[in-house]
Nanobody, 121 residues
Framework: QVQLVESGGGLVQVGGSLRLSCAAS????????KAWFRQAPGKEREYVAA????????FYADSVKDRFTISSDSAKNTVYLQMNNLKLEDTAVYYC??????????????WGQGTQVTVSS
């Protein structure tokens, strides 16, 4: 079993930055790829970014490319999402997920509880 706990959400103005954290625990947690998803009010959950367990491959949704950066600290078993130049449309609940590389962006095995990010004008 893998547990994922997100933190770092909050209220930020347009153009600002936030860094989300996802602390993973569980005997096999470090062997899974990690991903971030988000769900805005009235919309379906969407994939944002993913990183493999070696932290040498990353992928991003087009909507966040060049603004968001996913990274991992293996010593802390924590994944981060650095979000810069935030836009109103980035407002959503952000979820951390874990699963097999190659499908974590479509079908994660584990989910966190989510953290709210609100971007205001």
């Amino acid at each position: 079993q893998v547990q994922l706990v997100e933190s770092g959400g909050g209220l930020v103005q347009v153009g600002g930055s936030l860094r989300l954290s996802c602390a993973a625990s569980g005997r096999t947690s470090s062997s899974y790829a990690k991903a971030w998803f988000r769900q805005a009010p009235g919309k379906e959950r969407e994939y944002v970014a993913a990183i493999n367990w070696r932290s040498d491959q990353t992928f991003y949704a087009d909507s966040v490319k060049d603004r968001f950066t996913i990274s991992s600290d293996s010593a802390k078993n924590t994944v981060y999402l650095q979000m810069n130049n935030l836009k109103l449309e980035d407002t959503a609940v952000y979820y951390c997920a874990a699963g097999a590389w190659g499908i974590v962006h479509r079908s994660p095995r584990y989910w966190g509880q989510g953290t709210q990010v609100t971007v205001s004008s």
